[in-house]
C-alpha cells in the first residue's frame, strides 16, 4: 500500500495516457464559490492558501480555465520559489475563447516553462495572439470549435506532463467531473456564509 501512495500520480499516468489530476476546490459553508460573479473574493485563510502552495511543488503542472485568467489574473507559481528537477508548467484551459496576453501567468519566470494554453483547433484565429507569449496547443481537428479536455489532458501528457493540480474554476472543475478525469479532490470548506441573489454556487 505505501508502494502504491508513491507512484500513485505515475502509475495512473502510465495506465490512461494522460496525466493524474488532482482537483482543488473553495467554497463556503453554503456552498458559494463567490458573493458575485466577475470579481476575485478570497474565501480561505493564509494557511490554507500556504497549503495549495505545497500542493503546487507535487505536481508537474498548474491549470486553470479561462474565467479564473480573466478575473484572478493568477500567477500560479509556488512561492517561496523551490528547487525542482524538471521546469514546472501553468496551464490555461480555453473552452472557446482566448484571454488576455498580458496576464500574470504569461511573464516568464525562473523554473518554470512558458505557459501553456490549451485550445480547440476550430478556433486558431483566435488565439494567434497568444502564441507570442505562451506554447498554444491546439487540441482536436479544424472542426472542433470546444476544447476535449480528455484530448486536451492526452496532449499534455505526450508533452511530459504526469500530473495536473487544478485550481479551477467552478466551470473548468465541473466539467472535468462530469467527463471522470478528476483523480483526487481537495475541498476547502470555508466558515462564511454567500447566499445572496448574485452568488455564484459550486
Known amino acids: 500500500a505505501a508502494a502504491r501512495t508513491l507512484v500513485e500520480a505515475f502509475a495512473r499516468a502510465v495506465r490512461t495516457r494522460r496525466p493524474f489530476l488532482?482537483?482543488?476546490m473553495a467554497m463556503s459553508l453554503d456552498g458559494y464559490i463567490t458573493s458575485r460573479p466577475g470579481v476575485q473574493e478570497w474565501l480561505t485563510c493564509e494557511a490554507e492558501r500556504a497549503y495549495v502552495r505545497d500542493l503546487r511543488i507535487a505536481?508537474?503542472?498548474?491549470?486553470?480555465?479561462?474565467?479564473?485568467?480573466?478575473?484572478?489574473?493568477?500567477?500560479?507559481?509556488?512561492?517561496?520559489?523551490?528547487?525542482?528537477?524538471?521546469a514546472y508548467v501553468r496551464v490555461v484551459a480555453c473552452e472557446t475563447d482566448a484571454v488576455?496576453?498580458?496576464?500574470?501567468?504569461?511573464?516568464?519566470?525562473?523554473?518554470y516553462d512558458p505557459a501553456i494554453v490549451l485550445a480547440p483547433a476550430g478556433a486558431r484565429e483566435r488565439f494567434a495572439t497568444l502564441e507570442r507569449v505562451a506554447r498554444v496547443v491546439y487540441v482536436g481537428g479544424d472542426g472542433d470549435a470546444r476544447l476535449d479536455l480528455g484530448a486536451a489532458l492526452r496532449e499534455l501528457y505526450a508533452l511530459g506532463v504526469q500530473s495536473v493540480l487544478c485550481e479551477g474554476g467552478?466551470?473548468?472543475?465541473?466539467h472535468l467531473v462530469a467527463a471522470g478525469l478528476v483523480d483526487r479532490v481537495y475541498w476547502a470548506i470555508a466558515p462564511r456564509l454567500l447566499a445572496n441573489p448574485q452568488a455564484v454556487p459550486v
Do not use: N, S, W, Y
Not at 488576455?100 to 523554473?111: C, Y
Not at 467552478?170 to 465541473?174: D, E, N, Q
Open 100 to 111: 488576455p496576453a498580458d496576464r500574470q501567468i504569461f511573464a516568464a519566470v525562473e523554473g
Open 170 to 174: 467552478p466551470t473548468l472543475g465541473a
Open 22 to 24: 488532482a482537483l482543488k
Open 59 to 86: 505536481h508537474d503542472a498548474v491549470m486553470v480555465g479561462a474565467g479564473t485568467v480573466r478575473v484572478d489574473d493568477p500567477q500560479l507559481t509556488v512561492r517561496p520559489p523551490h528547487d525542482r528537477a524538471r
